[in-house]
């Protein structure tokens, strides 16, 4: 059984960094993609970045620049680090694995609550 927990979120003032991690544990194949991604009281959830199988990255334009992911294969962790905050990037941020090859699966973590303050 696949399973993923994030850590590393909490309170942080405008300006301040703050680095997401994201470990996974079971097995999986074709890895396709890890990525992070976010949701804000009464909104959609949305994408902010995502790194390949293959190791290329994109990003949300609202993060370009400020945020970075990364991957370290050996100990399936995925982290967010996250510079410049605003507090616009409140949210509670969600890690995604995507694996599979015609079928795709899907698998969250729990989220972990990120607080910008002014």
């Known amino acids: 059984q696949v399973q993923l927990v994030e850590s590393g979120g909490g309170l942080v003032q405008a300006g301040g960094s703050l680095r997401l991690s994201c470990v996974v544990s079971?097995?999986?194949?074709?890895?396709?993609?890890m990525g992070w991604y976010r949701q804000a009281p009464g909104k959609q959830r949305e994408l902010v970045a995502l790194?390949?199988?293959?190791?290329?990255?994109k990003y949300a334009d609202s993060v370009k620049g400020r945020f970075t992911i990364s991957r370290d294969n050996a100990k399936n962790t995925v982290y967010l680090q996250m510079n410049s905050l605003k507090p616009e990037d409140t949210a509670v941020y969600y890690c995604n694995l995507r694996f599979g090859g015609a079928n795709e699966y899907d698998y969250w973590g729990q989220g972990t609550q990120v607080t910008v303050s002014t």
């Open positions: 079971g097995s999986f194949f074709r890895l396709k993609s």
């Open positions: 790194i390949s199988g293959g190791g290329m990255t």
